[in-house]
């Protein structure tokens, strides 16, 4: 497999911000206040920082509900997203979007050819790493980067938040980046264009961060927290945990989706506020603002919060969750470690945790009390837990005034 010249970093914490940190790394694009590449933690803060979401969906064609968690800034508006962090560190973001799979596979090729890495949007589950059911597909979008191509068994190199690449066939990818057709095929190429102010690219991003997290929207921003925590004892509305999970059905899925929320998928163990509070560090440094240092330590508080939060959801003095945490961890410990060693691996973690779920499902293994308690503790430890993010946002307040 022929790797793209100069691509020689892979892997990350949250997949937008690790790919476009290697793909600029790749490109000799230096933190001018360093003269080393930009961290990932300094891209995430710049591109915004945080989000807070949580949306409880429920389709007829599934037989439990679909829990979303989101911990970054406007991540359900991934091409602004992207625009934002670029145009504030003077970088180029050149996307490229059809409905047709020839020409798609055509600029994909052509950028290879040319040298330049391709990140593109798609549906992870379906790449031969995940090899998942593909009725149970097309949820959530996901971020990699095609860093290389071997012509001869028309497969590509895959840059997926993994220290290693993965190799996937060009059928695969073909499926992935269909399977979700609002996508259009996305695909982004980057180029340097100017050295930025970074100081202000620093504020722009928290004061992005601000806005977001301190908006009214129920959905997208602080009160979401607040209107979660509601509905975890909520016996009246249709969306209240009670009403959702009467009897314990189907709970086994949605404590596991909090915690994986949480803990994997793009995130730090903790919900994204680790890493926030790592550009935070950063940033007092460029910036010569102590008071970033003190938001550090607000976030990296709430990020031990957010992570209690998902220990109680998948406590381990229930088997089944402890059983199935397991799975997940060893899964996620995997990923990371990347690389085609680890996709036999992958793909048997992603089988045995797919197998527990539909008895486990029908049957949770604790009486209503005890979820009764679990939902109390869970809706105590997020009335805490927004507390803390409005007393940390106000803290960012006070620097970006400051």
Partial sequence: MTVVDGYDH???????????????????????ATGAPYSEAMLFGVAGGLGAC???WEFDKHDRPAIVVGFQHIFNYPVRYVEGLCQRLGVAAE??????????????????????????WLERELLEYYNR????????????????????????????????????SGASLAAARRRIPSFKHRLLLLSPREAPDLPAAINAGIQANIDYLGSKST?????????????????????????????????FSGLLSVYAGI???????????GMYADFLTEAAAVCSAPVLDEAAGEYRALGEKWRALADMAADESVPS?????????EREAAIKTGGDAQADTIVRLGKEFAAMRPAADAAFPRDEAW???????????LFDIYEHERAALDTLRRAVAG
């Fill in 10 to 32: 892979f892997g990350g914490i949250h997949p937008e911000t690790a790919s476009i940190a290697n793909y600029l790394r790749s490109l000799g694009v230096e933190n001018p």
């Fill in 95 to 120: 996307f490229h979007e059809t409905g047709g799979a020839k020409r798609a596979g055509k600029t994909l090729h052509d950028a290879l050819a040319a040298g330049k890495p391709a990140i593109l």
């Fill in 321 to 329: 969750l402890a059983a199935a945490r397991t799975l997940l961890d």
């Fill in 133 to 168: 059911d593909p009725d149970d597909t097309g949820w959530f979008s996901w971020v990699v980067t095609a860093c290389g191509y071997d012509a001869a068994a028309d497969a590509f190199a895959i840059d997926d938040t993994g220290a290693r690449p993965f190799t996937v």
């Fill in 54 to 56: 949580y949306i409880l």
């Fill in 263 to 273: 803990v994997h998928e793009g995130s730090d163990g903790a919900a994204l506020r």
């Fill in 371 to 381: 979820i009764t308690d679990l939902f109390a503790r869970m809706q105590a430890q």
């Fill in 219 to 251: 959905s997208f921003a602080l009160p979401t927290l607040r209107k979660w925590a509601r509905m975890l004892t909520d016996t009246k509305n249709a969306k209240g945990w009670p009403t959702v999970f009467a009897g314990g059905k189907a709970l």
